[in-house]
């Protein structure tokens, strides 16, 4: 009670402030949760009764099946499957890892792919890229995962493209028509909220099982940002080059084309960036509905308990992502340069023919040399049983053995399980009361009136009971990840040095696939409700531990100044100042750790739980599309809630802070 | 003239039925993929051969219970490991719909049920009778499950029904569901360490008997009905009263559209029949040798010439 | 002087923001000040400005910021459409253009310079010169003839692969003059050209830009709030304050004979003497005797027979007409900066 009511909102000179309505309605929650306790509250008020709640999933199915079948979309999408996707996926395939389709080339072989891509990197951003960029490559081939990685990678680069197509097309629309941007903008705040799952089953559904599935999966998962970033890139066009521009006689269309476009093109390259990124995390959890490659070969050691091959797939798909961002962030700030005049033609395109010359050298070698075309399982370097030995034998060691399980014990047993109960306790429109008592404390009337809408429709999809698990651990794996992140972040803030760490590991921590870290889970805390909010909180981890650094190193150097020539103590410049002035930031970094709670809770299914996630496992392997969509939509509400308020809080602290 | 075209309308005529019985359509076969070993190998193996014959081959990797689904759709065209237990459901709905057919069953015998590993008898020296089980329970506890015994059951979409069984025969457990096959290697592997006795849903053939070797739990013997009739088993008030069965078949099945399509093809699959034993070296080959699927079949290939060259004509 | 047609002539033009400001601009009743206006919501960016520039003139538009020069002159080029009022440019209603004639309008008319350049970022300075040629889809030969023609004319020779961003500020402005002038418009809008950049660079791209037009002698329009700026350059200067234009003169009337509290306040700190020409002080009525001075010297010009001259009144001579004589001791109060 005390913390909802502490926040109060700037600037809302009404009779009675949002903290005031919602201290009253926590009020009323509060009365309404005793007198369940007691036992005098009416049983419909706890919770809805099943015949009120509508057959949400039966609509959705019978308006799926309109769309699909009577108005001919699935004709469509098929069409589009079989025909131009499935050809530019086969085309990339065979020309990666030679599935027989044509144009019937020999797969190219590894070494030409890892010298090209060498060059590449030292074009773009030296000897320590290039070193990155073919070292990946030379790895996956020694560890004898070149043909998965390719599948992976021959999605990777069908997808990417299309989702960039996409999304800067609609992007541009967005910003040129208001109508556009109003349409859009909801429906990206869901989809950047909606389970993954979600995403897979309609996409098998339209597009048939397997690649085609999976990189229309992809696409959509990865057009979000770059929409916003092109529309932010292009609003932040300079008006002065565009009067320029219009000064010069563009027509609307050389405008675009000559000087938008290109003036936006930073913003338009880090949207690529992370296109790119996203595309290789959906393609690797795309394994779910038949996407071969990484992912699938990542769910297929996994299946069979082979912990050392996963954490090499997991370390593979990291490399490539890790390469992947860099180079597309290295290729972000290249900027052009000009030759002096009189450079030969060979001079100017140096890197272009040296790249070339590679690729066709190691091409040819390949056809001589076995070796340099293709590594097979028996001749690779993989270590994977070795590694399987040694995290058993490490789980085996007494103190890690006697400290998870007391953590397990006390977590479980004393924290875990009673505040699920606690949670579940709580009449559903109690709940709904307390949580827009949150919002509208945090983030004003707005905030708390879409919350109410929000959460009511959770309520009235009759998921409830797992929705509410689903919240719960969300919300303890965040509140341990602030326990423990927060400190990291404070303490790695301190020093350039570690910062570049601890951000390090962060990433690293990140892009590593999601579902290997459950494993590791598993073993350490069993399959409780522990080893699920564990995995979730690495996830967690990550944007605390990231924006509270960044939050930290940004505060004014003079703020700091002023407040060591105070005379301020180590602890008193943190306290009133430092944090004080990072608490917009972090706020940023707790709702994504809300985020990425949400997204990893629903991944965690797999190690069993009675939440939604389950449900959408379930919904995974049939063609239930209705309860799919309401399962989704009830994670996405949930989310896009905290979204609200949070952002709606932080923005106004900004702007109180003037930063 | 005259002559002459009309021999080559005779001639052409007469090739043209030969032709279309000989050749398979040059359309791939697409084999479906699941995430477990024996039938990884096995898809592969089978895709090999049909490749052997001259037909395209392409793996896809599904679900294995959406795959009926699927193969009746014919989006992929065949199945090649129908278990009984866990996709006799979905394989039954999918043949009252339509498009699917049987195509026989492999000379090998299916079991999923309670197991499990062999550190466990040394702590409870009774089993692997189920009553035994039942008197050890304390061993089994947990943190969370308090002195009831814990039995780690499958997911729950995959509906073994413990908790009906725990209830039906009033045994001292609890039943709590993994999320994934991966979870429940993960707890076997977790209880490896220190050799804590362990209980949790198996089945065979897969590579955990390689790994882990075990026992099943001998519950009541299954008795037709057994899921249907409270009559049947030792509790006249209760469904699932009885063990699974210990012989499930492992079907075949594929797209009706098959025979017609790719005949040759469909004339192999029908006469190909595997045994337990070798499925279980060909889950060896990747799981204990750690070999690439495609790597595994073609070695199972060669080694095992005699039984495949067989099915070809 | 021959009356031609002023080749930018505008009347009563209103610009206002804000939401529907024609229907706001027809109800709001006469005499509203812009703060009246500002209370209603709306931003008077332009109000009631009529104002011509002949053909061949400088006229400099002077104002702090947020008075609104900028923005009247994005009305005349048609970034900014008016509220009310007319602008024609050469003779053609700017208001009633379709987009193309528009787009042709400153294809081939108009120039325009920037005060942050406005450079494209991703072009050498050679396509950056280039491109409103090849807007107007010139062959790659031609636009690169001419371009290295302009970038000469600016003296940025040696520099045409450079990026903008290789460049200092002074450089880049070059290459936004040139880009100006690359379609050699009839009629060129300078906005603030130099005010971005150092003092002393400022100087030498004034003097650059007098030079220049004295080769090209184009209808210039010419924003600044540099009044020593304005002074130096302008054939005429118009002040603007809250969007309305306060006056609009030579700059001798406009130190002499301010026309409001508001532009005497800007003259006040002015060196005059240097400004103020021997024409204007020249009284008709008046007899001077003896040696005559040129009517288009300044009285910083004369200061020294100022000084000497025992005369109360000098003749002032344009060509070889006697235009008057000017009073010595007015002169000398200029001189000296005295009120």
């Known amino acids: ?539 967690a981890m990550v944007p605390l531990v990231r924006y509270t650094i960044e939050g930290l190193r940004n505060v004014p150097p003079e703020m700091t100044e002023a407040a060591d020539m105070s005379g301020a103590t180590k602890m008193q410049k943190l306290w009133s100042v430092q944090l004080p002035l990072a608490l917009p930031t972090m706020a940023v970094g707790f709702n994504q750790a809300i985020m990425f709670a949400f997204f990893m809770v629903i991944i965690a299914a797999f190690i069993g739980t009675q939440d939604l996630g389950q449900e959408l496992q379930k919904t995974l392997a049939g063609t239930d599309l209705g309860k799919n969509f309401v399962l989704g939509i009830c994670v996405s509400l949930m989310a896009l809630t905290f979204d609200m308020a949070i952002m709606t809080w932080a923005e106004g602290k900004k702007r109180m802070l003037g930063l | 003239m005259k002559k002459l075209g009309t021999a080559l309308a005779t001639g052409v005529l007469a090739l043209a039925p030969l032709s279309a019985i000989a050749a398979d359509s040059s359309d791939p076969i697409v084999i479906p993929i699941h995430n477990w070993s024996s039938q990884i190998v096995m898809s592969n193996v089978v895709g090999q051969i049909f490749e052997e014959m001259g037909n395209s081959v392409e793996y896809v990797t599904t679900d294995s219970q959406a795959v009926y689904e699927s193969v009746r759709l014919g989006d992929v065209t065949l199945e090649l490991e129908v278990w009984e237990g866990a996709f006799g459901a979905s394989f039954r709905a999918a043949l009252e719909k339509g498009g699917i057919v049987d195509v026989g069953d492999h000379n090998a015998v299916t079991r999923e049920d309670w197991w499990y590993p062999m550190w466990t008898k040394d702590a409870c020296p009774g089993l692997p009778s189920w009553e035994a089980l039942n008197d050890c329970a304390e061993l089994f506890a947990t943190a969370e499950t308090g002195s009831k015994g814990r039995y780690l059951d499958g997911p729950v979409d995959w509906l073994k029904h413990g908790k009906e069984r725990v209830e039906a025969l009033g045994m001292d457990f609890e039943v709590i569901n993994a999320g994934s096959a991966a979870a429940l290697w993960a707890e076997i592997g977790a209880a490896e360490a220190d050799k804590r006795p362990i209980v949790v849903f198996n089945w065979t053939p897969n590579f955990a008997e390689a790994v882990w070797p075990g026992e099943f739990v001998e519950f009541p013997v299954w008795v037709d009905g057994c899921d249907k009739d409270p009559a049947v088993g030792p509790n006249p008030t209760a469904l699932y009263d009885c063990g699974n069965p210990a012989d499930g078949y492992l079907k075949k099945a594929a797209w009706d559209g098959m025979e017609a399509k790719w005949p040759d093809a469909y004339g192999v699959l029908e006469k190909i029949s595997f045994t337990n034993p070798q499925i279980a070296e060909m889950a060896r080959l990747v799981d204990v040798d750690e070999l690439e699927p495609d790597e595994a079949a073609a070695e199972w290939l060669e080694a095992n010439e005699d039984v495949w060259k067989a099915w070809l004509n | 002087m021959t009356k031609e047609a002023p080749v930018i002539s505008c009347k009563n033009v209103w610009k206002i923001f804000g939401d529907n400001p024609e229907a706001y601009l027809k109800k709001m009743p006469a005499g509203h000040t812009f703060d009246d206006i500002r209370a209603d919501g709306y931003i008077a960016g332009v109000k009631d400005v009529s104002i011509e520039v002949a053909r061949g003139e400088m006229l400099v538009i002077m104002g702090l910021s947020g008075s609104g020069k900028s923005t009247l002159v994005r009305c005349f080029s048609r970034l900014h459409d008016i509220t009310g009022g007319t602008i024609e440019v050469e003779g053609q209603d700017v208001m009633a253009l379709s987009e193309k004639e528009l787009i042709d309008l400153r294809r081939n008319k108009m120039g325009m310079v920037f005060q942050s350049f406005g450079l494209l970022p991703h072009r050498t300075v050679l396509d950056n010169v280039a491109f409103p040629l090849e807007m107007r889809g010139q062959d790659r030969h031609t636009r690169r003839e001419r371009a290295l023609e302009v970038i000469k004319l600016v003296g940025l020779e040696g520099r045409e692969d450079y990026f903008p961003r290789e460049l200092s500020g002074g450089q880049q402005q070059r290459v936004g003059i040139a880009r100006s002038l690359a379609i050699e418009p009839d009629i060129w809008f300078l906005d603030e050209p130099f005010s971005a950049l150092d003092p002393l660079i400022r100087r030498e791209m004034q003097d650059e830009f007098l030079r220049l037009q004295e080769m090209l002698g184009k209808t210039i329009v010419f924003i600044t709030h540099d009044f020593d700026e304005a002074l130096r350059l302008a054939d005429r200067i118009a002040i603007m304050k809250d969007g309305a234009v306060e006056q609009c003169d030579t700059p001798d009337q406009i130190v002499m004979n301010p026309a409001t509290e508001y532009v005497r306040k800007f003259t006040e700190d002015i060196d005059k003497a240097r400004v103020v020409h021997a024409s204007i002080l020249a009284e008709a009525d008046a007899k001077g005797e003896g040696e005559p001075v040129a009517a288009a010297a300044t009285i910083h010009d004369l200061a020294g027979a100022l000084i000497a001259d025992a005369r109360d009144y000098i003749p002032v001579q344009d060509g070889d007409a006697i235009i008057g004589a000017l009073s010595r001791q007015k002169a000398l109060k200029v001189l000296v900066g005295a009120n």
């Not at chain 1, 389709?101 to 320590?128: D, T």
């Not at chain 1, 010069?248 to 913003?267: C, D, F, K, N």
């Open chain 1, 1 to 539: 009670m005390a913390v909802l009511s502490t926040n109060s909102v700037p600037g809302e000179p009404k009779q009675y402030s949002s903290t005031q309505v919602g201290t009253w309605l926590a009020l009323i929650a509060l009365i309404m949760t005793g007198l369940q306790y007691a036992g005098m509250l009416p049983a419909l008020l706890h919770r809805l009764p099943e015949n009120w709640i509508p057959p949400f999933a039966i609509w959705l199915d019978a308006a799926f099946n309109f769309i699909r079948t009577d108005l001919g979309l699935q004709k469509l999408t098929r069409w589009f499957a079989e025909g131009p996707l499935q050809f530019m996926l086969d085309t990339t395939a065979n020309l990666l890892y030679g599935k027989k389709r044509w144009p019937r080339f020999e797969q190219i072989p590894w070494s030409a792919i890892a010298a090209s891509a060498a060059v590449l990197g030292y074009y773009l951003g030296g000897w320590r890229l290039a070193a990155l960029a073919g070292g990946t490559f030379v790895w996956t081939a020694l560890i004898g995962q070149w043909k998965d990685a390719m599948e992976t990678m021959s999605v990777l680069v069908v997808a990417a493209p299309m989702a960039f197509i996409i999304g800067i097309g609609l992007g541009i629309a967005a910003w040129k028509y208001v109508w556009v941007d109003r349409a859009i903008k909801p429906i990206l705040s869901i989809l950047q909220t909606l389970p993954f799952f979600t995403y897979l089953l309609p996409a098998v559904i339209f597009f048939k099982v397997g690649p085609t599935a999976g990189a229309v999966a992809t696409i959509i998962y990865a057009i979000p940002p770059m929409i916003l970033m092109t529309t932010l890139g292009l609003k932040k066009v300079s008006p002065e080059v565009v009067e320029a521009g219009k000064m010069s006689g563009s027509t609307r269309w050389q405008m675009l084309r000559h000087v938008y476009i290109p003036a936006a093109r930073t913003e338009i390259l880090v949207g690529v960036n992370q296109v790119i990124m996203l595309c290789l995390a959906m393609v690797v959890l795309t394994a779910f509905i038949g996407m071969p490659g990484l992912g699938a070969k990542l769910l297929a050691m996994m299946g069979s308990f082979k912990l050392g091959r996963s954490f090499e797939i997991g370390v593979t798909i990291v490399l490539l992502a890790v390469t992947l961002d860099r180079l597309s962030k290295a290729w972000v700030v290249k900027l052009p340069e000009h030759h002096e005049k009189g450079t030969p033609w060979w001079k100017r395109h140096i890197y272009l023919l040296v790249g070339l010359a590679a690729f066709v050298f190691f091409t040819v070698l390949g056809q001589f040399v076995e070796w340099f075309a293709e590594i097979g399982r028996r001749q690779s370097f993989s270590q994977g049983k070795e590694i399987d030995t040694a995290i058993k034998s490490f789980l085996a060691f007494d103190i890690v053995k006697g400290t998870t399980e007391q953590i397990r014990y006390v977590l479980n047993v004393w924290v875990l399980n009673p505040f699920r109960d606690f949670l579940l306790s709580i009449p559903t429109f109690g709940f709904i009361l307390f949580v827009v008592a949150g919002a509208l404390a945090l983030g004003g009337k707005r905030s708390g009136i879409y919350a109410a809408i929000f959460f009511g429709l959770v309520a009235l999809t009759g998921w409830w009971d797992r929705s509410v698990i689903t919240l719960y651990s969300v919300i303890s794996a965040v509140t341990l990840a602030m326990i423990i992140g927060l400190p990291v972040g404070v303490f790695a803030s301190r020093s350039e040095a570690w910062s570049r760490r601890v951000l390090l590991i962060c990433d690293t921590a990140q892009t590593f696939p999601s579902f290997i870290y459950l494993i590791p889970a598993i073993m350490l805390f069993g399959i409780t409700a522990t080893s699920v909010v564990m995995s979730i909180l690495i996830f």
